[in-house]
C-alpha cells in the first residue's frame, strides 16, 4: 500500500504565495521523478512541475519564473512553492509519484484558490 498526501493548498490573493508539500509513504521501494499536475474546473488536467532524482526539473511556460520545484529524498517528500500567484493558477493541485518499477501513484489534490 502506498499513500501519497498532498498539502498546503488553499485561498491566497493575487501576487501571493504559497507552499505545497507532498508525502509519499508505505510500500514504495525506490522513488523516481515526482511531479505536480493541476486541474481547473472544466479544463484538462496539466503538468505543472517535474523534478527527478537527481534534481533535475521541468516546468510548464505558464509558471516558469514563478513556481520552484524542489523534494527531499530522504523523507520522500516534494514541495511546490508558488509565488507571484495569478487567479488562472486556481486548480486543484496533484502529486504523482513514479517509482523504478514503472508504478505510478497519485494523491487526492489540494485546492489553491487565487482571489481577490
Known amino acids: 500500500q502506498v499513500q501519497v498526501v498532498e498539502s498546503g493548498g488553499g485561498p491566497v490573493q493575487p501576487g501571493g504565495s504559497l507552499r505545497l508539500s507532498c508525502a509519499a509513504s508505505?510500500?514504495?521501494?525506490?522513488?523516481?521523478?515526482m511531479n505536480w499536475h493541476r486541474q481547473a474546473p472544466g479544463k484538462q488536467r496539466e503538468l505543472v512541475a517535474r523534478i527527478t532524482t537527481v534534481g533535475s526539473t521541468n516546468y510548464a511556460d505558464s509558471v516558469k519564473g514563478r513556481f520552484t520545484i524542489s523534494r527531499d529524498n530522504a523523507k520522500n517528500t516534494m514541495y511546490l512553492q508558488m509565488n507571484s500567484l495569478k487567479p488562472e493558477d486556481t486548480a486543484v493541485y496533484h502529486c504523482?509519484?513514479?517509482?523504478?518499477?514503472?508504478?505510478?501513484?497519485w494523491g487526492q489534490g489540494t485546492q489553491v484558490t487565487v482571489s481577490s
Open positions: 504523482n509519484v513514479l517509482d523504478y518499477s514503472g508504478r505510478s501513484f
Open positions: 508505505g510500500s514504495i521501494y525506490r522513488i523516481n521523478a
